[in-house]
């Protein structure tokens, strides 16, 4: 099975793409001039590719751990669907339980660095210059979420903002 996200790595032959110089050579040439001579070499070119192909087979099948001995109907199945959670989103299962990455409310911002980003846009600096000087140095540094400023709004609008600071002030004085 595999992560989301997940990209396959193989190893040996299955790392290594099939030379296709000669079935690139004959397509140019069908392309070019469409004649039987090179409709033979098209056709010649792509069964070697697909004998390439073919032989890498049972070394997928050991990559993703299918039994040789089940029918080639259920190997082959199984190895869709095997392929298919590597590289289709859609197939890709994603083990964290319970969680919904970019959902909802981003996690608690601290008190403190809200009561800073509020003295700020109190003192009239605008949202995005606010962030910035916080994300510039102090204990915030890098730190600060693109969220701050409808969490700051949403304290705003509930009137909250007062009791944000005392709280926050009275912290201090206790340190």
């Known amino acids: 099975m595999s992560k989301l996200n997940h990209k396959p790595r193989f190893e040996g032959a299955l790392a290594k793409s099939i030379p296709g110089a000669s079935f690139v050579?004959?397509?140019?040439?069908?392309?070019?001039?469409?004649?039987?001579?090179?409709?033979?070499?098209?056709?010649?070119?792509?069964?070697?590719?697909?004998?390439?192909?073919?032989?890498?087979?049972?070394?997928?099948?050991?990559?993703?751990?299918?039994?040789?001995?089940?029918s080639e109907e259920i190997r082959n199945h199984l190895l869709v669907f095997a392929l298919a959670q590597d590289v289709?989103?859609?197939?890709?299962?994603?083990?964290?339980?319970?969680?919904r990455p970019g959902r909802g409310r981003?996690?608690?911002?601290?008190?403190?660095?809200?009561?800073?980003?509020?003295?700020?846009?109190?003192?009239g600096i605008g949202p995005s210059e606010a962030v910035r000087k916080l994300n510039a140095k102090g204990?915030?540094?890098?730190?600060?979420?693109?969220?701050?400023?409808?969490?700051?709004?949403?304290?705003?609008?509930?009137?909250?903002?007062?009791e944000l600071f005392r709280k926050v002030e009275e912290d201090e004085r206790t340190k």
């Open 139 to 162: 204990p915030w540094k890098n730190a600060v979420p693109h969220g701050i400023n409808a969490r700051y709004s949403e304290h705003d609008r509930q009137g909250s903002l007062d």
């Open 25 to 70: 050579f004959a397509m140019e040439q069908l392309e070019a001039n469409f004649n039987k001579e090179n409709q033979e070499k098209l056709e010649r070119a792509w069964r070697e590719v697909e004998l390439e192909q073919y032989i890498k087979i049972p070394l997928l099948l050991d990559h993703y751990g299918i039994d040789k001995s089940l």
């Open 88 to 99: 289709v989103p859609g197939f890709m299962v994603d083990r964290k339980l319970n969680e």
């Open 106 to 123: 981003p996690k608690k911002i601290p008190a403190k660095m809200l009561y800073d980003f509020a003295k700020l846009r109190r003192a």
